[in-house]
C-alpha cells in the first residue's frame, strides 16, 4: 500500500527480519536441546544460526518491508511510532484509509515541520526542533515524560524553541480505551480533544533585523581592508527598547575558515569582551553612587603615576601637555582616562600622591562590581535564552589594576550587557530584563492572519540605580556632549543626521583569544559604541562592539562609528517609511508576513 525507501539497517534487524519470514526453517536448524531451552536464549541460538547467505538472499522488496517493521517495533507501547512522515502520496493516504479495518493499530494523520523563511537570519537564536526520529532529548527525558509527553514526541532542542516549548507545543487529546480479556482495543472515548499550541509574535523586526546583519558584513569587509585587520571576523549589535526592554534587533556577523559570513546572532551573549571606555558612564555613576564623587567633582587630567610603575594617562595627555580641569560632563565628552582612574581610586579610599605607592584595599574591586552589575554589566540580564554568559573577571590580585577597571580595559561583557547598560542610562536609571518575546497569540483562523492575543509582556524592571535624576542627567549629558560637543569624541559621526543622538565610544587594548590558534594572545583593539536616539525621548538604544578590530601599531577603521551611524540611519528610516504607509492602509488583522514563503518552502520540501 505504501512505497517505504530503504533506510540503514543492521546486521541483525537484517537477522530478525529473515527470523520471522523463515520461522519453520530457523526453528529446524536448532537441536532438541537447545529447542527446549526458554525462550529468549532460544532465540538468541536462532540470531547465531542466520547466515550471511540467508542474509545476501533478502531481496529490495525484503528490506523495505523490514524498515516498516523496524520502525513499527522501534518505539514504545501506547506511544505513536511514524512508518512514513515525507513524500506521502494522496493514493497512499487512500489506500491506508480505506484499508484501516484490517489494519489494527494503524492510522493515517498529520505531521508538521518547522520552516525557517529568512533563510540564515536568528537561525542559531531561533534553535532547533528535535526530529520524529531523535524524540525527546536524553538529558531532558525525564522532565517531558512527566509533563505528559511520549519518548517520540518532537520538541524544542536549543534557545527560543526550548524555552517556549511549552507554549508552541500545544495540548494532545486525551483517550480512555477499553479492552477486551486478550487485549484488544473494543472501544475508545475521547476525554479531552486537545488544542494547538500558540504562536509567538518576536520584539525583533525582520527588516529591521536583516538590514543590520548586511551593514555589519559590509562594515566587516571595509574593516578587512585596512592594515592589521588579519583577526578581525566578527562584529555584534544590540538594539533594543530602553522603556520596555524588548530586543528589536540581534545581531552577530562573523567570517568562517572559507571567509564565508555566517550568522553568529548567539554571540551576542555567549561571548564576552573587553569594551573600553564605552563602559565610563557606569564608572561615573559607580563613582556617584558610592559617595567617592558627586556630579561636580572636578579632577585635573594628568598622567598617573604610581612607583615602581609606568605613567598611565588619557589619549590626549600622554606627557602632560594636555592637562586640563574636568568634571564627569567634560570626562564623558573628551573620554579621560586619568579622571576615571581617579574615580577608582576615590572608590577605594586612597589618596594618590605622585610616585607613590597606591594604597586601595583589593575589596575595591568587589566594590566597583556592585555598582556596574547595577547596570547589567557582569552578571545576568534576565533575556528569555538559555546558555547566557556573564563574562570574564580579572584576577583581584593587584590594586593597580582597579584603574584598568575604571576604563573598561580589566573585566570583560556580553554586546547584550552592553545594550543593557546603554538602555539604563537612556531610560533615566532602570535596568530591565530583554526580552525577545512580543506577544502570545492564539492559534491563527485563517491561516493568513495572526490570531487573537493571548499575552503581551510588560517590562521586567531587575533594579533601579539609587541615584538622582540629576545624577543621571550628568551622565546623559557627557554622552550628549559625546556627539555633540567640540571635544567629542564622535563629534563628526551624526552631523548630518535628522534624528539626535547621544552616546559613548570605546577602545580596549586586549589580547587576542580568537579561532587562530598562531595569533593567540597577539595585542589587538576591540572598538565599541553605546548610545541612543532621540535624545529627548529615546526609542532605540544600542551597542555595538567590533571585536580584534586591529593589531596594536595599526590604525583604527573606526566601522564601530559606521556600523553605529548606518544603524540608527536605518531604524529612522523604516519607522518614516512604515508611518507613511499605515495612512495608505488600515488592516483591522494583523497579517502573517511570512506566509507566503512558509508556503513556498513547505511546498519545496515537500517536492524533495
Not at 472 to 493: C, D, E, K, L, P
Request: aromatic share 10%; charged share 25%; hydrophobic share 30%.
Amino acid at each position: 500500500m505504501i512505497d517505504v525507501e530503504v533506510e540503514k539497517l543492521t546486521e541483525r534487524d537484517l537477522k530478525d527480519y529473515w527470523i520471522l519470514t523463515h520461522e519453520k526453517e530457523s526453528l529446524n536448524r536448532l537441536s532438541k536441546k537447545e529447542q527446549n531451552l526458554d525462550a529468549s536464549k532460544a532465540y538468541k541460538k536462532q540470531v547465531e544460526d542466520v547466515t550471511e547467505k540467508d542474509i545476501a538472499s533478502l531481496t529490495d522488496e525484503d528490506k523495505r518491508i523490514a524498515t516498516i517493521y523496524k520502525k513499527m517495533t522501534s518505539g514504545y507501547a501506547m506511544t505513536e511510532s511514524i512508518v512514513k512522515g515525507k513524500g506521502v502520496t494522496d493514493e497512499e493516504i487512500a489506500k491506508v484509509s480505506e484499508n484501516l479495518e484490517s489494519l489494527p493499530g494503524v492510522d493515517t494523520t498529520t505531521d508538521w515541520n518547522r520552516f525557517y523563511t529568512y533563510n540564515e537570519t536568528l537561525r542559531s537564536i531561533l534553535g532547533s526542533v528535535s526530529s520524529a526520529k531523535e524524540g525527546l532529548p536524553k538529558e531532558k527525558a525525564e522532565y517531558y515524560l512527566s509533563q505528559g509527553y511520549s519518548r517520540n514526541d518532537r520538541v524544542g532542542k536549543s534557545y527560543l524553541e526550548a524555552e517556549y516549548q511549552n507554549i508552541l507545543a500545544g495540548q494532545k487529546s486525551q483517550s480512555e480505551s477499553v479492552m477486551d480479556a486478550q487485549g484488544n482495543i473494543i472501544e475508545t472515548v475521547q476525554k479531552n480533544e486537545g488544542s494547538k499550541g500558540k504562536d509567538l509574535v518576536l520584539s525583533v523586526d525582520v527588516d529591521f533585523q536583516r538590514a543590520v546583519e548586511d551593514i555589519l558584513r559590509k562594515n566587516i569587509q571595509k574593516g578587512k581592508s585596512s592594515g592589521g585587520s588579519d583577526l578581525l571576523d566578527r562584529a555584534f549589535v544590540v538594539a533594543m527598547d530602553p522603556y520596555s526592554g524588548e530586543v528589536l534587533a540581534l545581531a552577530g556577523q562573523k567570517l568562517n575558515d572559507k571567509g564565508k559570513f555566517e550568522d553568529y546572532s548567539l554571540g551576542t551573549f555567549t561571548t564576552a569582551y573587553n569594551m573600553g571606555s564605552a563602559v565610563k558612564g557606569a564608572t561615573v555613576l559607580g563613582g556617584i553612587m558610592s559617595d567617592a564623587i558627586t556630579k561636580d567633582t572636578y579632577f585635573t587630567d594628568q598622567p598617573i603615576k604610581f612607583k615602581g610603575t609606568k605613567a598611565k594617562s588619557s589619549w590626549f595627555n600622554r606627557n602632560g601637555e594636555g592637562t586640563r580641569t574636568l568634571n564627569p560632563v567634560g570626562a564623558l565628552e573628551i573620554s579621560s582616562n586619568s579622571y576615571m582612574y581617579q574615580v577608582s581610586m576615590k572608590m577605594g579610599g586612597a589618596k594618590y600622591v605622585y610616585d607613590g605607592p597606591l594604597r586601595a584595599p583589593l575589596s575595591t574591586f568587589d566594590k566597583m562590581r556592585y555598582y556596574y552589575n547595577q547596570f547589567g554589566l557582569g552578571v545576568r540580564t534576565g533575556v528569555d535564552l538559555p546558555g547566557e554568559q556573564i563574562g570574564y573577571k580579572g584576577p583581584d590580585d593587584t590594586a593597580g589594576k582597579i584603574l584598568d577597571f575604571a576604563i573598561g580595559q580589566y573585566d570583560s561583557y556580553t554586546p547584550l550587557q552592553l545594550a543593557q547598560y546603554s538602555s539604563v542610562v537612556a531610560n533615566g536609571g532602570s535596568r530591565i530584563a530583554p526580552t525577545m518575546l512580543k506577544e502570545i497569540r492564539n492559534p491563527s483562523t485563517s491561516g493568513d492572519t495572526v490570531g487573537t492575543l493571548a499575552t503581551s509582556t510588560k517590562p521586567d524592571v531587575l533594579n533601579r540605580l539609587g541615584v538622582t535624576e540629576a545624577d543621571i542627567q550628568t551622565v546623559q549629558n557627557g554622552f550628549y556632549q559625546v556627539t555633540h560637543g567640540s571635544s567629542g569624541t564622535a563629534r563628526t559621526v551624526f552631523t548630518s543626521s535628522d534624528y539626535d543622538v547621544a552616546g559613548k565610544t570605546g577602545t580596549a587594548q586586549g589580547f587576542y583569544d580568537g579561532p587562530k590558534e598562531g595569533s593567540k594572545m597577539a595585542d589587538v583593539w576591540n572598538t565599541t559604541f553605546v548610545g541612543y536616539a532621540p535624545v529627548k525621548k529615546p526609542e532605540i538604544s544600542i551597542a555595538v562592539v567590533v571585536p580584534w578590530e586591529y593589531r596594536d601599531g595599526y590604525s583604527d577603521s573606526k566601522i564601530n562609528m559606521s556600523i553605529a551611524k548606518e544603524v540608527f540611519d536605518k531604524y529612522f528610516e523604516l519607522k518614516k517609511k512604515r508611518a507613511e504607509e499605515k495612512k495608505e492602509t488600515s488592516h483591522v488583522d494583523q497579517p502573517i508576513n511570512n506566509v507566503q514563503q512558509a508556503r513556498a518552502a513547505q511546498s519545496k520540501q515537500t517536492e524533495k
